[in-house]
């Protein structure tokens, strides 16, 4: 075997633990060639990051990959490219990511920032400590499915709700909300639902979402057999909890799989995620195939199938008013970001103005 071989053979080896494999060393081969180390990026914070190579973890400047747009920053869960030597070493880039859960951020700018890379399972926590949030779920979902990861919603701290059938009342809410994902109870304390969800973390990737309170970091604890996240307290009056995770960690898992954790988010807003929306809500997409207009808007139109389902009590209308919300402020970010959709959207409203004041008057002259 050359010692090219070697090297590869070692670095595989070394990083299988982390999800490397042969499509990912396929892609690394023109970074190889220039000397450049393969590693999956662990830990980001202030310009620099943690990076695993297959000769240890090492501290990377981001220097030469810190463009202006946001989504293509070193990113947790990345495979990089990373100096073999000096003082600082730095990323010279990362591998095209399989997968990115994408949120926008709070700010005004009303900018995308991306928590977790090539991730094959997103996780969404969420604690049966406090009132169910249905439409955060479904928030959270829509993100998750627009990423590419598959979606799984584990509801925590079940030891708090023993009563069996109040459970499985609450089971069938979010699944309701959540059509085509596997919905789990779980308890830390007990064990109960953490063999089901290890078996699932422990193929590929796993990013850990939810509010602070949710039991993320307790969740990672239990999957990872020890106390290596911070946790602290949930408060009395409202069941919700501090920051306990301030970074987005990346940790293998003693059973397989890896293991992203993340701070609890207090905003969830959607980036670009019509089609993740569509995939929540697929009941509302599939009534509305058999609305009269191609473009219902499912609000009064003559012939729509989606408020006739609602009238028949066939479809929630919970579940419509949540669609409508989030397909509006997913239109306004994107417009915010793309001109010729903020375009077409000042000309459907000034066609329906048009048309709005035509009828207003066609209405004045019948009673003239």
Known sequence: MSLSSASSSSSSSALAALGWHDAWAAEFAPYAAQGLLPGRVVRVDRGQCDVVTAAGTVRADTAFVTP????????????????PSGNPRYVKAYLPRRTAFVRST??????????????????????????????????????????????????????LVPDPATRAYLVQDVEAAAPGVQVLTVSSLT????????????????????????????LANALLGADVMEVRATREVDGKGRHTTTTRNLLALPGGGVLIDTPGLRGVGLWDAEAGVGQVFSEIEEYAADCRFHDCAHEAEPGCA?????????????????????????????????????AEIRRDWRLKSAEGRANHAAKRGGRG
């Open 68 to 83: 202006h747009d946001p989504l293509r920053v070193i990113c947790t869960g990345d495979w990089a490219a990373v100096e």
């Open 106 to 159: 709070s700010s005004q700018r009303s900018e995308g920032q991306i928590l977790a890379a090539n991730v094959d399972h997103a996780i969404i926590a969420v604690s049966l400590a406090v009132e169910l949030d249905l439409g955060r779920i479904e928030r959270f979902l829509a993100l998750a499915w627009e990423s590419g990861a598959q979606p799984l919603v584990v509801l925590t701290k079940a030891d």
């Open 191 to 218: 064990g109960d639902g953490m063999d089901v969800l290890a078996a699932v973390v422990a193929d590929g990737t796993s990013v850990l979402l939810g509010i602070s309170g949710a039991g993320k970091s307790t």
């Open 306 to 342: 989606v408020t006739a389902a609602v009238a028949e009590g066939t479809l929630p209308e919970r579940r419509l008013e949540s669609y409508r919300k989030l397909l509006r402020e997913n239109q306004r970010i994107v417009a915010k970001t793309d001109a010729r959709l903020r």
